[in-house]
């Protein structure tokens, strides 16, 4: 359990109060400060999927707390850019139930088959991310008034897309778990010939 990887996973759920404590601050130095832990904390998930991967340090708490730091850190900002009025709470309502729920069936599926990660989902996340960094950063403290318009409008694009991607590989991960479902029986049935 004790490995790099899983040290950046414990140090991204540190991040996420340190984060909500700073949103919840007022002032545009305070957001700052709020979308620099954001970004770093947002880092640490990349890299210690790598360092997971290339050393093999894949663990069992690494299975189950990486998502959780994920949706924890994720889940947060959306819910703060609403409380704040910077998106609208239809949006994020809509993304803690396709996360969440698509995060609860997974883990059921466990008994099945494990459900990996799709580009699609990957394509999600990097979305989630980059329109989320876009909203928490103050452009106009920083930037000519035109200049962090323009941003901003890219900011909510990527809203947008990253919904559209979020709810797109939600129903394709309904149908996946639909389809293991199915096959599973057969699989028994065959003496585990098959694998969902």
């Known amino acids: 359990m ?16 340190v ?14 400060a709020a979308a620099l832990v954001f970004i ?19 663990t069992s708490f690494g299975k189950i707390a990486d998502p959780i730091a994920d949706k924890a850190l994720t889940l947060s900002a959306f819910i703060l850019l609403s409380v704040a009025g910077r998106l609208w709470w239809w949006v994020t309502v ?5 996360e969440l729920g698509i995060t609860v069936m997974r883990f059921a599926m466990l008994r099945r088959a494990v459900m990996a990660a799709s580009r699609g989902g990957k394509a999600k996340t990097v979305l989630q991310i980059l329109a989320l960094i876009g909203l928490l950063l ?9 200049l962090a318009t ?16 979020t709810v797109a590989t939600g129903i394709d991960y309904v ?16 003496g585990g010939a098959r694998h969902g």
């Open 94 to 98: 809509l993304i803690i139930v396709r």
């Open 19 to 32: 984060f909500v404590w700073l949103m919840l601050l007022p002032g545009d130095a305070m957001r700052l």
């Open 40 to 58: 770093v904390a947002a880092a640490t998930d990349r890299l210690d999927g790598q360092l997971a991967r290339s050393r093999n340090l894949i």
């Open 175 to 190: 149908l996946q778990a639909i389809r293991i479902s199915r096959e599973k029986p057969a699989a028994d049935a065959t």
């Open 150 to 165: 323009g941003l901003l409008r890219v900011s909510y694009a990527l809203v947008a897309a990253a919904l559209v991607v």
């Open 138 to 146: 103050p452009w106009h403290a920083v930037l000519p008034a035109t």
């Open 2 to 17: 004790l490995n790099i990887a899983n040290a950046l996973t414990v140090l991204r759920i540190i991040l996420v109060p």
